[in-house]
């Protein structure tokens, strides 16, 4: 009968995958994604070590692999509404025994997301992702992992378009020669601007224009624009740059006019037809010609026909995954880490940051707190390839608001807007409103931000943006809050999450840091979560872990959290160390329930309450001593004299 070990060892065989024990889907070497192995000494000693290890394979490079989740309302079905019918491929079914399973494809290349995939389905991808394979058992049932089906599969065409982040080219339009007439004063502003000031009035009048729905006048700003010298692109970017910031349009700017033949023979992508959630925008089957002629409002009822037929979904978190491969970040939306300083949230940006680099993703980096030698050495030692990082990492320290200052910095952060990003992070809120005057205490200013600079960050390279604050002292009135107004929190479209510090973290230390999920809009995090608090609502997400006990490198990884005992493990142990320490000062003398009260920890009612009940169970002898008090003793063990002896 083979053993796990030769079944492991026969996989691994020739070009196989590289594996690591596990337990409880938990990574049981420091690691692994660059000391998970193949190389069959090295295996032999893990499960020698680990007998009743599961064993995990990191996805290799050549594969990608669906993880269907029952549990969360995945299914075949579900994802084949999305991709279409799938081949037969290799396939692990999961040992819970609800049909959850892991099928294994050949990775198309290129660049894929997740974000199209429906709830409970997820992406297993090369290098950051590994999976617990057979004959792993599983944690919770005991039952074998299986496998099912042979050979990797291509995936269809329809399925590799699914898994295509979507494009975003601009709109091209074409040149206007004759000047603007217009008695109108905004109008004039922007035909009458010199070169240097020719974008910032433009994108000042469009918001004028915009914010009191004198839309008429847009065809006449783009016209005044293109004959003081902007380009087509340039001009149609900063008014639809405007729209944006003044969220009065869902619609792309299009001139119309004179240049309806030019809209009316192909419908022309853009990079506005993204919604919030990064995905499509559905379009009218009139085009977009009809769009610029009956401009849709935001009080218009939206047509739900895509959400109702599956078409849309709502969003999967798919990012700075955990070693069980549940995610804590969706693409395209806004996220927050707060904590205290040196509590290390920026250190988990850094860390998913360098996981992103390593697949060859865009990340871009703004800081505001920080310095680019230490978020490089950082990357370095998390082991980022140097070509990554500089071909990968878009990384600025802003000073200015990124649309009211000069040109070049709105064309820049056009640039910014336009590039695809997987991940984005901006390190030092309260330090970035106030480059753009707002108040981090006023909840108008603090929504404003958020939609100009945040949202439209995710909403046009479907990043999952990160914000890093900072929290309030008090660990008493903080609660779910970053430091300042409540819409930091409340303008939030992705989940927020407060970061503690369990052990500290510094050069030569390995630092562990709890993390607690304070907001989940769409809500498919928190159903990881444990330990959920009713008084500030926070519950246990995740622990991070950054160890830096070599001074030479810094290995990162985030693991699910250890449920917390249960309310009758909580009163074992309280019983415990209650007995433990009157066993200890009774060497002395008896002690008196004040003795006892300030040598254990923990709140006095509680222990109160316990010692009762270990007075009432016969486990403590409580007899009257002097000035009324009561002294207390730990009878031995039966058949033993022992007082140090722990009773039943």
Known sequence: MSTMLDEVLELVQGDGPRVLPCKDKRSLIKDWPNKASNDPDQIRQWFTQYPDAQ??????????????????GGSQETLEAVTGPLPDSLTTIS????????????????????????RGVDLRKPGVHYVIIPPSLHNETGKPYQWAGSGLAELPAQAVDALRPPAKPSVPLPAVTARPSSSHGLVRAVAEAVEGQRNQKLYWAACRAFDHGDTDIIQELFEAALHVGLTDSEASSTIDSARRTERQQPEPFVPSGQFDHFYKSAEIPHLSEVTRSGSPAPKSDAGLSEAAESPQTTWQPLDLTAYVDGTLKPAQPSLMTRADGVGLLYEGLVHSLNGESESGKSMLAIGETSIQLKAGHRVLFLDYESDPATVVDRLLKMGTPKSNITEYLHYAQPEVDPVTSTVHELQQWQQILSTKYTLAVIDGVTEALGTSNASSMDNDEVAHWIRKVPR????????????????????????RFAIGAQSKLSSLSGAAYMVEPLEPLGVGMEGR????????????????????????????IAEGVIDSTDPAQIIYRLEAPTPPPTPADADAE?????????????????PSWAKIRADVSGRNEDKKDALNELIAEGKVIATPGPRNSTLHTVPPVPGTSSHNAVPD
């Open 95 to 118: 040992g819970r025994g609800d049909g959850g399973k892991h099928v294994w494809v050949k990775h198309p290349g290129g660049e894929i997301s997740a974000r199209n995939l429906p």
């Open 55 to 72: 064993v995990a394979a990191v996805v290799p490079d050549h594969v990608l692999i669906f993880d269907i989740d029952i549990r969360n």
């Open 574 to 590: 309280l019983k415990t160390k209650i007995i433990n320490s009157i066993r200890a000062l009774q060497k002395i003398a008896p």
């Open 456 to 479: 439209a960050i995710a909403d046009n390279t479907g990043a999952a943006t990160v914000l890093i604050d900072h929290v309030t002292k008090s660990r008493d009135t903080r609660g």
């Open 513 to 540: 840091l709890q993390i607690k999920v304070a907001k989940d809009r769409p809500g498919s995090v928190r159903p990881h979560s444990v330990g959920w608090d009713k008084t500030d609502r926070l519950a246990i």
